[in-house]
Each structure stands twice: as C-alpha cells, then as structure tokens.
C-alpha cells in the first residue's frame, strides 16, 4: 500500500503547489504566495501521513477494504486533505487579518484623538510662525530703509561739503576778479585823464574810416556789377544762336570800346542793401513754404561764405546736397536772362566738392514767382564756369510755366 498510495499522495502535493504557484506567484505576493503553499503542503503531508496509516490499519482487518475500492477512497481523501488545508489556511489568514485590521483601527483612532488634541496647538504655533516672518519682513525693511537713509544722508553730507568748497572757491575768484577789475578802470580812467584832448583827433579818425569802408562797399558792389555784366556776355557767347539773339535783344549792351559796360544808374549803399535784403527775404520764404512744406530736412544760412542750402538725410543726418538760391527780377520788357557765375556759388562749391556731393540752383523770377531748379553733378563742378538761366523764367505761355514746376518737382524728389 505504501508503495502505491504514496505516490498518489505526493502527485497530488505537487499539483497543488504548481497550481497555486502559477496563479497567485507574481513580484507583489511572492511572500504571501510561499507562505501560503508551504502552511498547506505541511497540514497536507500530516493529515495524509496519519489516514495512511489509519488505512493500513483497517486493510488489515478488512481485507475487503484493498484494491480499487481503497484507491478510490484514498484519492478521496487526499482531496478532501488538501481541500481542508485549504480551508483551515484561510481562515487563520483571515482571523489574522481581522486582528490586524483592529489594531490598524485602534492606531487610526489614537492618530485622530493626537490629530485633534494638537490642532489648536499646530494652529496657534503656524499664527505665530506667520506673525514672526511677517515681523522679520518688517524688520528687514526698516533696515534697508536705514540703510538708504544712511547713504542718502553720507551723501548729502559729501554734496554740502563739496557745495561749500565750490561757493568758497567761486567767492575767492569773484573776490581776485573785482580786484583785476578795478585795477583795470583804474588804469582806463588814467589814461583817460592823459588823452582826453585827444578825442575829438580819434572822432574824427573814425568818422573818415566809416565814410572810406562805405565808399568801399558801393565801390564792391559796382565792382560785382560789371564782373557780373561781363560774365553775362561771356555766357551768351556760349549759348545757341537763336537763344545768342534772344538774350542779344533782351540783354543788356555789350560794353562800351573802352570796356566800361553801360550805366544802370550809379549803384549807392542803400540800393545794394535793398536788394541784397530782398534776397534774403525770398530766401527764408522759399526755406519756409516750399522745403519746409515739403518736409526737407535742410539747413538755411544768410551768411557770407556759408551754403544757402544744406540738406541732410533724414534717416542718418548725413549730408546729402548742397544748394545755392538766387532771386533775380526778370522779365520781357528788361532783361530775360542772367548769367549766374561760379563766383555767386562759391561756398556752395567748395562744399560740394569737399564731400562729393551734387550742386542744385533754385533760381525765382521775383517778376512772376516762377522758381526753377538744377542739379549739377560732382563730375561737373570742376569745369563749372556758371550758369545761364533759362528762358522758361520769363516766357508768358502755359508750356514755359509747366516745365519750371515740372523742374521743382523732379528736384524736391530727389532730397
């Protein structure tokens, strides 16, 4: 029997523990899984130890109870063996369970009771917490503001002191300058003391300077007149033939055999003045309500040996051309065309040719309004002798007066 029951007994053992094995043994229940096979493998390999030796005992007695009818029984058995191991360990785990689950509960209520007798105190000690860093946040402000407050007050400190050195310094040199002062008018008053018969010589002398630098400039305006006559002259011969006859009738006379040009009337201080003041005045005008109104960015000077106009780029303030203007009465009646000498646009040249920049003429017929414009490149100003001024000035038809705005516009494109 032992020989054939046993088997059986170990075959179900194993069975059992390849069962459970392979569907409760995972990395989370490994513990669980072992401890649960080996608590049932061992009540099993007991109970099946003790009914087989029961079963000996009674195949002993009964020899009835041998064969295919003790197999039967005994396969019975070994299941209900392993069925109450089973059993058994399940409910040890569970009554295991229940009195851990108690003591879980008993240390979740003594937690809560802790929970509830330190609230109040948590509370207060998490206001006080509050209340310091709020304080602490205080207190470094008002030492920061300390701090600054020092600083500022050193430095207001150092501010006097300097302030002081500086009026005391100021006070000595106003002091050194009266002395110097003084000494000077009192040097001043002694001499003249010593030369105060010598006035009336010294009023003189400067009477005569004025009356000589007067005659001097009426004497430099005829002087710009005839130069300017014989550049007109000199600027027609260069001209086409119909426009040679044109300015031949219209013009002024050739000169005279002894190369004195013909009288306009004497030029006197006053007139020159006049017209050189009508000038400046057309010259602010056109600044004002033609480049200004265009939105131009230019510079406009009436100084002697300054460009009449100077245009800048208005993106990097460079410069950008330099223009000469000039306002001269035309008409049919008079005379239709001037020459315009280098000379007249001088400080306009020089600067074009020191940076490279193009020349424009804005001439205006002060007889009708008419402005025209020109631009003469760089590669031109060296040979530049000067300019005549077109016809278009003074003819009296639509055609002339559309191609001098049509001149204006093109230019003021350009700037």
């Not at 209900?80 to 009554?95: C, D, E, N, R, V």
């Not at 009426?218 to 006859?245: A, C, N």
């Not at 055999?257 to 009337?265: I, K, L, N």
């Not at 004497?266 to 009508?278: D, F, I, P, Q």
Request: include cysteine.
């Amino acid at each position: 029997m032992d020989q054939y029951l046993t088997p059986i007994a170990v075959l179900a053992l194993l069975g059992y523990i390849a069962l459970d094995a392979s569907t409760h043994l995972t990395e989370r229940t490994a513990m669980e899984t072992g401890r649960r096979i080996f608590a049932i493998s061992a009540i099993f390999a007991i109970s099946a130890y003790s009914l087989s030796v029961l079963y000996y005992e009674i195949s002993g007695l009964f020899p009835l109870f041998k064969g295919p009818v003790l197999t039967a029984i005994w396969i019975f058995s070994l299941f209900m063996i392993l069925l109450g191991a089973w059993t058994i360990y399940h409910k040890a785990s569970l009554h295991s369970r229940l009195n851990d689950e108690e003591k879980m509960n008993m240390v979740d209520y003594s937690f809560k009771q802790l929970d509830a007798s330190l609230k109040p105190l948590t509370s207060e000690v998490t206001a006080l917490q509050v209340s310091g860093s709020g304080l602490s946040r205080k207190v470094d402000a008002l030492e920061e503001k300390a701090s600054k407050l020092a600083s500022a007050v050193e430095a207001q400190a150092k501010a006097i002191e300097l302030q002081t050195r500086t009026v005391a310094s100021i006070n000595e040199s106003v002091e050194l300058r009266r002395e110097q002062f003084n000494k000077v008018i009192d040097g001043y008053n002694k001499w003249y003391d010593e030369h105060r018969k010598d006035q009336e010589v010294i009023s003189k002398l400067i009477s005569g300077a004025e009356n000589v630098l007067e005659r001097f400039g009426i004497l430099s305006e005829e002087v710009d007149e005839y130069l300017e006559l014989l550049s007109e002259e000199d600027g027609r011969g260069r001209e086409k033939e119909g426009t040679t006859q044109a300015s031949a009738r219209t013009g002024p006379e050739p000169p005279t055999g002894a190369g004195v040009p013909p009288t306009r009337g004497k030029l006197t201080r006053e007139a020159g003045m006049a017209n050189r003041e009508k000038g400046n005045r057309a010259q602010l005008q056109f600044s004002e309500t033609v480049l200004r109104s265009a939105a131009k960015l230019h510079t406009c000077s009436l100084k002697e040996g300054e460009p009449d106009y100077v245009f800048h780029d208005p993106n990097t303030r460079a410069l950008k051309y330099v223009s000469a203007f000039k306002a001269l009465t035309l008409s049919e009646d008079a005379t239709k065309q001037r020459w315009i000498p280098k000379r007249k646009m001088l400080a306009e040249t020089k600067v074009a040719m020191k940076y490279g920049l193009p020349l424009i003429l804005f001439v205006q017929n002060l007889a009708n309004g008419r402005i025209w414009a020109k631009v003469t490149p760089v590669d031109e100003l060296k040979k530049l002798g000067g300019i005549t001024t077109p016809l278009m000035l003074v003819d009296d038809d639509s055609a002339s007066e559309k191609a001098c705005r049509e001149s204006l516009s093109n230019v003021l494109q350009l700037l």
